[in-house]
């Protein structure tokens, strides 16, 4: 492996330090590891770059000249790395994010203005949808996933959990009737999803196991958005997040209902993202800031 640039750092530490034994204590090296490295340098330059004494170190000619020439390159080498680690935060880049309909506005949408007041040259390509997307046939840097993860080579960052409950509008529990068991749930107006992950069923707690139950009902959409303006409307019953539903419970909108049946009813939501340790610092800026403030929007659920 060629690491030119690692036997310049030495070179020039020696030449700094006075000695091998100086340079390579301040290295965490050993005296020979550093006299073996200078050796092969000499011998694969054709050149002298010392002269040694058991008094002191001096540079010859041609060692005058590496010297002088490693410096340069050592702090060339420097700056390039200075400007991609610190100054990308100034140049900026565009963070392209997903994220479900529900969790996008109400969760992610509000801490937007906050993140471009830390970071203006930071652009956000935001698509919500509660399809599943592709990170890599879309180009998404960050998603934001609602439960269980598939394998694969990506990273997630765990935001929490979205709890759900079944509600309903007051209009429509006067029309209908309350449920007071699952059993009655057949009876009801189920609104439900169409995406491919989506099924019929809604987990239920029975006689303290829990069961998946098929359910109906007159609509079926691809967000979460959806059913939840249909439910306000009196359309019928929606299984729901609890982030989602929040603001409407709290007016009045809507009525939970069939509370102890869902009691363990949740999903795990994780940011997914691609990069590893040497991860964009668009990236790695918005993750940083999103993700803790993000798990707090979701606890303030509870």
Same mark, same amino acid.
């Given at each position: 492996?060629d690491n030119r640039a690692g036997e310049m /750092? ?10 091998? %034994?100086? $340079? ?8 020979? %590891? ?9 011998? #694969? ?18 060692? /005058? ?15 390039? &790395?200075?400007?991609?680690? =610190? ?11 997903? $994220? ?13 203005? $906050?993140?471009?007041? &830390?970071? /203006? ?6 698509s919500l949808s509660d399809e599943i997307v ?5 180009? %998404?840097?960050?998603?934001? +996933?609602?439960?269980?993860? =598939? ?23 006067? #029309?209908?009737?309350?449920? +007071?068991?699952?059993?009655?749930? $057949? ?8 995406? #491919? ?11 303290? #196991? ?17 059913? +939840? ?26 009525? &939970? ?5 869902? &009691? ?30 993000? =798990? ?7």
């Amino acid at each position: 492996m060629d690491n030119r640039a690692g036997e310049m /750092q030495v070179f020039t530490r020696v030449i700094e330090a006075g000695s091998f %034994t100086e $340079a390579a204590r301040l290295m965490l090296m050993t005296p020979s %590891t550093v006299s073996k490295l200078i050796g092969r340098l000499e011998n #694969r330059l054709g050149v002298r770059l010392l002269e040694r004494s058991t008094r002191r170190l001096s540079l010859t000619a041609e060692g /005058q000249v590496y010297y002088e020439r490693s410096l340069a390159l050592i702090g060339e080498l420097d700056d390039v &790395e200075r400007s991609l680690s =610190q100054g990308v935060a100034s140049s900026g880049g565009t963070v392209r994010v997903n $994220a479900s309909v529900a969790f996008g506005v109400l969760g992610l949408e509000p801490l937007l203005p $906050a993140f471009w007041h &830390e970071h /203006q040259k930071i652009a956000v390509d935001l698509s919500l949808s509660d399809e599943i997307v592709d990170l890599y046939l879309d180009r %998404t840097d960050v998603a934001f +996933r609602v439960g269980p993860l =598939q394998g694969s080579a990506m990273i997630a960052r765990k935001i929490g959990v979205a709890h759900r409950k079944i509600v309903a509008s007051p209009d429509y529990l006067e #029309r209908h009737g309350t449920p +007071r068991a699952v059993d009655e749930l $057949a009876v009801h107006n189920c609104l439900g999803f169409n995406f #491919r992950r989506a099924a019929p069923v809604w987990p239920l707690k029975e006689s303290g #196991r829990v069961v998946d139950r098929t359910v109906n009902g007159s609509l079926l959409a691809n967000n979460g958005e959806t059913v +939840r303006r249909m439910a306000i409307a009196g359309i019928g019953l929606a299984r729901l997040a609890d982030y989602h539903v929040r603001a409407d419970l709290n007016a009045g909108r809507l009525v &939970e209902v069939l509370s102890e049946a869902v &009691e363990s009813d949740g999903e795990l939501i994780h940011a997914l993202y691609l990069g590893g340790p040497r991860l964009p610092f668009r990236v790695r800026a918005f993750l940083d800031f999103v993700c803790p403030r993000l =798990q707090g929007f979701l606890q303030a659920s509870r």
